[in-house]
């Protein structure tokens, strides 16, 4: 990537434009000044998945979740590895489906857990099923190398 990049913050999910070249050097929140990436996934509802998924130029992988789901249990702390593995190249997030139950439906998830990859609001892959963190890490990077992203 060169330019700059536009993304949405963690925490407010206020958009802002961060050089490509310093993503990687901890830049912070122009509103807030949290740091955009923390290693760790961002939690999306209806209000905030807008800033993350159409307006954000990060791709964004979803982890759609729900909290009675054994696999999802199981996943989460992968999920939450992978995030460290794979920012600031790509956002990661979390939808738990039983509380958003409409994101869920927005974006046909059939089954739990289900990882979906998107690219400014367009759907590339998905995946069922859980996984360990080096297969989260290398199903991602293999979709987005094959969409030209990688």
Known sequence: MTGNVQLACPRCHTLNRVPAGRLSQGPVCG?????????????????????HLDRSELPLLVDFWAPWCGPCRVMAPQFQE?????????????????SEPTL?????????????????GRELAR???????????????????GHGKG
Do not use: N, Y
């Open 31 to 51: 509103r807030c000044k949290h740091l955009l990436f923390a290693g760790e996934p961002v939690v999306l509802g209806v209000d905030s998945v807008g800033a």
């Open 82 to 98: 992978a995030a460290r593995h794979l920012e600031p190249s790509v956002r990661l997030a979390k939808v738990d489906t039983q």
């Open 104 to 120: 869920g439906q927005r974006h046909a998830i059939r089954s739990i857990p289900t990882m979906v990859l998107f690219d400014r």
């Open 127 to 145: 995946v069922s099923g859980a996984l360990p963190a080096t297969e989260i890490v290398r199903w991602t990077q293999g979709q987005l190398a």
